[in-house]
């Protein structure tokens, strides 16, 4: 059953052109987050959207490679039933049934293999990217703070980051 879920999951993948990093295009990835939305409402359930994106020292331009360094590492990281894709200009994970308390112990490792792998690849300290991050739980205190609003939050401007 696993291995055909892999099979499937590839198969959306491969039909974005995304096959080498594992992740979903803009426009499947905010079609995921709606139904797992609605997944949640269902069942009575939560998940978390985790954002990250890669902070790159003034006057560095790597940050393309850093963002492909850290794709490879949440695509390596990331459990079979997290989705991952591309949530506007950076990378998102849906972490089905996970707070946020236990999205940062998937965030933490995702921080020190980043850095590891960014040191080795940066010739100073100084130059090392950092990562970036923000963790969107969906209900919160019973309230929903991961709405539609997350697909478009430029049009509302209403989404809020969990603390």
């Given amino acids: ?3 055909m879920l892999r099979k499937l999951t590839v198969k959306k993948e491969q039909r974005n052109g995304m096959e080498t990093k594992g992740f979903l295009s803009r426009d499947d990835f905010a079609d995921q987050l709606i139904k797992e939305r609605a997944r949640a409402d269902r069942a009575g359930a ?7 994106d890669v902070e790159t ?3 560095l331009n790597g940050k393309a490679e850093a963002m492909e360094i850290l794709a490879s590492i949440l695509v390596k990281r990331a459990r079979l039933t997290d989705t991952k894709g591309w949530f506007g200009n950076r990378l998102g994970i849906i972490l089905p049934n996970t707070g946020t ?3 940062n112990n998937v965030v933490q490792p995702i921080q020190e293999l980043f850095k590891k792998t960014a040191v080795a690849n940066s010739p100073h300290a100084s130059t090392t990217p ?3 991050y923000q963790a969107y739980e969906y209900p919160t205190n019973g309230t929903a703070n991961v709405s539609a609003d997350v697909v478009n939050p430029q049009e509302t401007g209403r989404l ?3 603390a």
Avoid: D, R, Y
């Fill in 1 to 3: 059953m696993l291995e």
């Fill in 46 to 52: 939560s998940f978390t959207l985790l954002a990250f």
């Fill in 57 to 59: 020292p003034p006057g």
């Fill in 101 to 103: 308390e236990n999205a």
């Fill in 130 to 132: 950092k990562i970036a």
């Fill in 160 to 162: 809020v980051p969990v």
